[in-house]
């Protein structure tokens, strides 16, 4: 069993940052692939970004060069440190945790956080 609490998340101007926080508990998080998602009223679920055990990341090509994605295995938590915010990129960001490296499917992790509210006004 994983647990996972997003943190960080808030109301910023365009062009503004924000750095999001994932805090695992549980069996080994260390081990685990880590992803980030975001959802917009009325629109699916999207891929943000992805981290393996080992640290490769996977980012979308939406926020390329905007957002990174990193880990501290030693605090058992994920983080996204999101630069440049665009309105575009208000949502609930969630954090889950899977086997496959750089899975950009929801179906492809079986742990959720709860989510956390990013909103960029313009």
């Known amino acids: 069993q994983v647990q996972l609490v997003e943190s960080g998340g808030g109301l910023v101007q365009a062009g503004g940052s924000l750095r999001l926080s994932c805090a695992a508990s549980?069996?080994?998080?260390?081990?685990?692939?880590v992803g980030w998602f975001r959802q917009a009223p009325g629109k699916e679920r999207e891929f943000v970004a992805a981290?393996?055990?080992?640290?490769?990341?996977y980012p979308a090509d939406s926020v390329k060069g905007r957002f990174t994605i990193s880990r501290d295995n030693a605090k058992n938590t994920v983080y996204l440190q999101m630069n440049s915010l665009k309105p575009e990129d208000t949502a609930v960001y969630y954090c889950a945790s899977g086997w496959v490296a750089g899975g950009s499917s929801p179906h492809q992790y079986d742990y959720w956080g709860q989510g956390t509210q990013v909103t960029v006004s313009s």
């Open positions: 981290i393996s055990r080992l640290g490769t990341t």
């Open positions: 549980g069996r080994t998080f260390s081990s685990a692939a």
